[in-house]
């Protein structure tokens, strides 16, 4: 009787021992899981930039990236008033530390469009330059597809652009993102004409308008207007606060 309760203590204690070893091991995996999608996001919004960036961006090793973004990024959140949010307002929101970098942006997406946070980068170079990076969310031919779009000092020139998505077909609507050739056409497209805003139309069948308009992706148009969409609603949604900063 007495050797049955000593295994069972024993086949307890090492029971125990496992689920803890388990725990530390899923914890650690999850703590290294965040890390890595942090990364990828901050090396996706400075790839709007990756034109101002010293060196060959794509070979950027995740501590450069971290160190652009703690020297040459500021941060902050807004909404569709142009209210900026402060740190503590953030917190109160359940925001980890306050920071834009932390925003659920699809969560955010399923807000009505008056209630969501939105996120600013504000890029200084290190010749002082200075460039606006707004967030834009939309949908793509079969899901989500989002972008990174970065502004000059006149807050209506693209000096870059970045684009991602959940899942276009490869060789199509992919190429919003593989394509690398036709996301360089938005540099120096504007979003206004005069104090008019404008946004950049993708259109099929080749850009008739050069200021505001990039050709299409041939094969590819439902994601096309997809991005069209998503620039027009996405940057005016930020106009209110463009025009705090341009007061």
């Not at 992919?174 to 497209?189: L, M, P, T, Y």
């Not at 209110?240 to 007061?247: A, D, G, R």
């Given at each position: 009787?007495?050797?049955?309760?000593?295994?069972?203590?024993?086949?307890?204690?090492?029971?125990?021992i496992?689920?803890?070893?388990?725990?530390?091991?899923?914890?650690?995996?999850?703590?290294?899981?965040?890390?890595?999608?942090?990364?990828?996001?901050?090396?996706?919004?400075?790839?709007?930039?990756?034109?101002?960036?010293?060196?060959?961006?794509?070979?950027?090793?995740?501590?450069?990236v971290?160190?652009?973004?703690?020297?040459?990024?500021?941060?902050?959140?807004?909404?569709?008033?142009?209210?900026v949010?402060?740190?503590?307002?953030?917190?109160?929101?359940?925001?980890?530390?306050?920071?834009?970098?932390?925003?659920?942006?699809?969560?955010?997406q399923?807000?009505?469009?008056?209630?969501?946070?939105?996120?600013?980068?504000?890029?200084?170079?290190?010749?002082?330059?200075?460039?606006?990076?707004?967030?834009?969310?939309?949908?793509?031919?079969?899901?989500?597809?989002?972008?990174?779009?970065?502004?000059?000092?006149d807050?209506?020139?693209?000096?870059?652009?970045?684009?991602?998505?959940?899942?276009?077909?490869?060789?199509?609507?992919?190429?919003?993102?593989?394509?690398?050739?036709?996301?360089?056409?938005?540099?120096?497209?504007?979003?206004?004409?005069?104090d008019?805003?404008?946004?950049?139309?993708?259109?099929?069948?080749?850009?008739?308008?050069?200021?505001?308009?990039?050709?299409?992706?041939?094969?590819?148009?439902?994601?096309?207007?997809?991005?069209?969409?998503?620039?027009?609603?996405?940057?005016?949604?930020?106009e209110?606060?463009?025009?705090?900063?341009?007061?």
């Open positions: 009787m007495h050797s049955t309760t000593s295994i069972i203590r024993f086949v307890l204690i090492m029971t125990s496992v689920a803890l070893i388990l725990a530390a091991l899923q914890n650690g995996l999850k703590s290294k899981h965040d890390q890595n999608e942090s990364i990828y996001s901050k090396k996706a919004t400075l790839a709007a930039v990756s034109n101002h960036i010293a060196g060959d961006f794509a070979t950027l090793k995740d501590n450069d971290q160190k652009i973004f703690d020297e040459q990024i500021e941060q902050v959140v807004v909404d569709q008033s142009g209210k949010y402060s740190t503590e307002e953030l917190i109160e929101r359940g925001i980890k530390e306050g920071k834009a970098e932390n925003l659920d942006l699809s969560r955010e399923k807000k009505p469009a008056a209630d969501r946070l939105r996120p600013v980068y504000k890029f200084t170079k290190s010749d002082g330059s200075v460039y606006y990076i707004l967030y834009t969310r939309g949908k793509g031919l079969w899901d989500a597809i989002w972008g990174n779009i970065a502004l000059e000092s807050l209506s020139t693209i000096a870059g652009v970045s684009f991602d998505h959940k899942g276009e077909t490869p060789g199509l609507g992919a190429e919003i993102k593989d394509n690398k050739s036709w996301v360089r056409q938005f540099i120096g497209k504007k979003i206004y004409d005069g008019k805003f404008m946004s950049v139309t993708v259109r099929k069948g080749g850009a008739k308008d050069p200021v505001h308009e990039v050709d299409g992706i041939s094969g590819a148009t439902i994601t096309a207007d997809g991005v069209s969409d998503m620039l027009e609603s996405g940057l005016k949604a930020y209110p606060y463009l025009k705090t900063i341009k007061s």
